[in-house]
């Protein structure tokens, strides 16, 4: 299955552009500010500006900034949190250029809370030796960044923008290793089109919607990685799923994110009997990286037969909390708890994906002409864990510098009737029409989520992963022979295209590197090796 959907290339119309960004987060936002002026640059994102997980971000961005910190803190921290995974020369490039890329958000006009001096506030989160968070808004980090972001692109004349534009899959050429821009699908006229780039840039974050509990929007379904996969990449690490520690708990609710910030101020962990227990399981506490502190909760509910734990920061005074925390004081608000007077119950949920898109130092993947930035690339900066506020710096850090180098490379020919050749004439379903029923979409997304919150979790084993990956496959064989006339359709088959991935890259590590558990293989191995899978 190369193509989600079948297309003629001759009856569809055709946008031509520069450099063609897919996603509207924070890294898709920055490689378009990054993009030379005198290039025309096409953002498209599948829902609005305003609804990524870089609006959603609470706990803020990493970057060494207060005098009493250095970057070789703040890189042996990283590496310390990464399972001897991640690159070290990616590692020192992202921490290098924190400074520099604050010093230009603060030149968007971004709002970072300060001190009564004027000073910078600069908070500390799990696995940081040192205060270098910053934070704006309290909990709002990302919405007010991605504020002064959006306001700057808008007034960029060579930067058009696509709201509620589903990216469908990527053009290739016949022999496949050159990237020539995307398919999409405008919800608003019902209608399929083909852009034509000379550089693509993917940044349509991650993969958080394959799992029943987690941190993130209903957009991200793992359609970067999908595409990207079915185009030919390298996909890298996918296994490696950060479970966040803190998700707010409340039956039949939304699961809303309790910012690592609220631990790094001084929360404390405590079971249903009212033993506080991180200590029992590491010297750090709950300053412990998240991986660490996302095991120990499960352990402790285990051992306490309850369905979460609970967040005390109760010791702090009622007017502080509300002014450092708003955001997650009106949410608990919401379902009857004063965070000044009430613990807060909490359970792990996924969050973030270390793994995705195989990258090199400066974004590249392994098609030519395809870029991948943010949360759906693998850049080698967190290797098997995430270390806490890093993901905004590097979506930062990689949108800066696949968009300057995206930009000054040779444009496609202007006539694009050469360039029909790249696409398939027809790409038809195996023995089904459009005009069949598809399954009922829902109900597998539903399935699928409680699958993989079940054997692809916080805590994985053989038996559990392969079954999964059993199930998995069965559901593929139906799925992929539809024909699909509508999005949520496409975005089944994109999250069943990355869940295989994933259960494949756990199946295969056999150990416990950071993120990744497994019950029945306990010892991390000697040698820190990766997994690379590509479309066969």
Not at 183 to 194: A, P, Q, R, S, T
Not at 253 to 272: F, N, P
Request: charged share 25%.
């Amino acid at each position: 299955m190369r193509y989600l959907v079948p297309f003629h290339p001759k009856r569809h119309p055709h946008f031509f552009t520069d450099v063609l960004i897919i996603g509207g987060g924070l890294a898709g936002v920055r490689a378009a500010l990054a993009v030379d002026a005198s290039q025309q640059v096409l953002l498209i994102c599948k829902d609005g500006l305003e609804n990524s997980n870089s609006v959603n971000a609470q706990g803020g961005i990493a970057a060494v900034w207060d005098k009493n910190d250095t970057v070789g803190e703040h890189i042996a921290d990283s590496l310390k949190a990464s399972g001897e995974l991640c690159d070290r020369g990616v590692v020192e490039k992202v921490v290098r250029a924190g400074h520099s890329e604050v010093e230009k958000l603060l030149s968007f006009g971004t709002n970072f809370d300060k001190q009564s001096s004027g000073e910078l506030l600069l908070g500390r989160e799990g696995g940081h030796g040192r205060n270098r968070i910053l934070h704006a808004n309290g909990d709002s980090t990302g919405r007010e960044i991605m504020r002064s972001l959006i306001e700057e692109l808008k007034s960029r004349p060579n930067v058009r923008i696509w709201e509620n534009t589903f990216a469908l899959d990527l053009l290739t050429n016949v022999s496949g290793g050159t990237c020539s821009g995307t398919i999409v699908y405008w919800k608003k006229h019902d209608e399929k089109e083909l852009v034509w780039a000379k550089q693509t840039i993917l940044a349509t974050g991650g993969i958080g919607q394959l799992y029943r509990e987690t941190t993130n929007p209903e957009v991200a379904t793992g359609d970067g990685v999908a595409m990207a996969y079915r185009a030919g990449a390298v996909i890298r690490d996918i296994e490696f799923v950060q479970f966040h520690p803190t998700v707010l708990y409340i039956a039949g609710s939304s699961r809303s994110l309790i910012s690592e910030a609220v631990r790094g101020e001084g929360a404390l962990l405590y079971d249903r009997k009212g033993h506080r227990f991180m200590p029992d399981y590491d010297d750090r506490a709950e300053l412990a990286p998240r991986d660490v502190v996302s095991r120990s909760i499960v352990k402790q509910m285990e051992k306490t037969n309850s369905a979460n734990v609970f967040l005390d920061i109760t010791d702090k005074p009622a007017d502080w909390l509300y002014g450092r925390f708003p955001g997650i004081a009106a949410v608990c608000k919401q379902f009857g708890i004063d965070i000044a007077k009430d613990r807060i119950p909490v359970r792990p949920g996924a969050h973030y994906s270390m793994g995705g898109v195989l990258t090199d130092i400066d974004g590249r993947t392994t098609v030519k002409n395809l870029w991948a930035v943010g949360e759906v690339s693998s850049t080698g900066l967190h290797g098997a864990n995430r270390l806490a506020s890093n993901s905004l710096l590097e979506a930062l850090v990689f949108g800066e510098s696949a968009g300057r180098l995206a930009s000054h490379l040779s444009p496609l020919p202007a006539n694009g009737e050469n360039e029909y050749n790249v696409v398939p004439i027809e790409n038809k379903p195996l023995y089904t029409t459009a005009e069949q029923v598809p399954p009922l979409t829902a109900d597998i997304s539903n399935a699928l989520k409680s699958l993989l919150w079940r054997n692809a979790g916080v805590v994985r084993n053989e038996e559990g992963l392969a079954g999964a990956l059993e199930d998995v496959k069965r559901w593929q064989k139906y799925v992929f022979a539809q024909q699909f006339p509508s999005q949520d359709g496409w975005e089944i088959q994109n999250m069943l295209t990355v869940a295989e991935l994933v259960l494949q890259g756990a199946v295969k590590r056999r150990e416990t590197r950071g993120s990744h558990n497994r019950s029945d293989y306990p010892e991390t191995l000697p040698a820190a090796e990766h997994t690379l899978c590509c479309f066969q």
